[in-house]
């Protein structure tokens, strides 16, 4: 079967580093997406790793192993408004594209 | 950028009754779309695949007969809630792909449904 893992939940400071982790077990992988989701809120696009390695986008980064089925999005200089879930999903061609989602890590960022 | 709406955002009907749910993609075309229910502080769980012209893929444990999927167009997918019971009030989310190609895809804004 397909499978995703992640912390159900972080705390971290305003102004620090946090580094959510992601590792899927899945047949047909396409891609891997992190979404940022406001409670009551459709997801937010964040980043797509097809490839190995490390791509940033200003105070957001995320990196993909394929050979390990790892994934890591950071998070730097910490903001309140950073207090959401992020979901880890896989993009999946089994014959026809569709894309599945982890159980989402509930991100608190306190003072 | 590309922008997916649903209708209504929000409804509450009674047991036993139906609820469609409309989603569109206003400024692109998109042969597949997708939707998801999310019950609360849980993630996104896909439903189904909604191809325009064809049936819909459900996934494993969705009843088709009790959630129809209709793509007639290539903006419009609906999905419909039939004999609605308070156990499937929760906040239905559709995406639109418009490439069909797996790594892009527009979300809706939600539309969440209670049922009495």
């Known amino acids: 079967g397909q499978n995703i893992d992640q912390p159900t939940e972080m705390t971290a400071t305003e102004g620090a580093i946090v580094q959510i982790n992601c590792t899927y077990q899945?047949?047909?992988?396409?891609?891997l997406f992190w979404y940022q989701q406001h409670a009551g809120e459709a997801p937010t696009f964040l980043s797509y790793?097809?490839?190995?390695g490390l791509e940033e986008k200003g105070r957001f980064s995320s990196f993909l192993s394929r050979s390990k089925g790892y994934s890591y999005l950071l998070l730097k200089e910490l903001q309140m408004k950073d207090s959401a879930s992020y979901l880890c999903a896989v993009s999946l061609n089994t014959g026809g594209f569709k894309t599945i989602f982890g159980a989402g890590t509930r991100l608190f960022v306190k003072a | 950028g590309a922008v997916v709406s649903q209708h209504p955002s929000r409804v509450i009907c009674k047991s036993g009754t139906s609820v469609k749910i409309e989603c569109r993609s206003l400024?692109?075309?998109?042969?597949?779309m997708f939707w998801y229910r999310q019950f609360p502080k849980q993630s996104l769980m896909l439903m189904a695949t909604?191809?325009?012209?064809?049936?819909?893929?459900?996934e494993q444990g969705v009843e088709k007969d009790k959630f129809l999927i209709n793509h007639a167009s290539l903006t419009l997918s609906t999905l419909t809630v039939t004999s609605a019971h308070p156990e499937d009030s929760s906040f239905y989310i559709c995406?639109?792909?418009?490439?069909?190609?797996?790594?892009?895809?527009?979300f809706g804004p939600g539309t969440r449904l209670t049922v009495t």
């Open positions: 790793n097809v490839l190995d």
């Open positions: 995406s639109a792909d418009p490439g069909n190609r797996g790594y892009e895809q527009y």
């Open positions: 400024d692109f075309q998109a042969t597949t």
């Open positions: 899945t047949s047909g992988f396409n891609g």
């Open positions: 909604s191809n325009e012209g064809s049936k819909a893929t459900y």
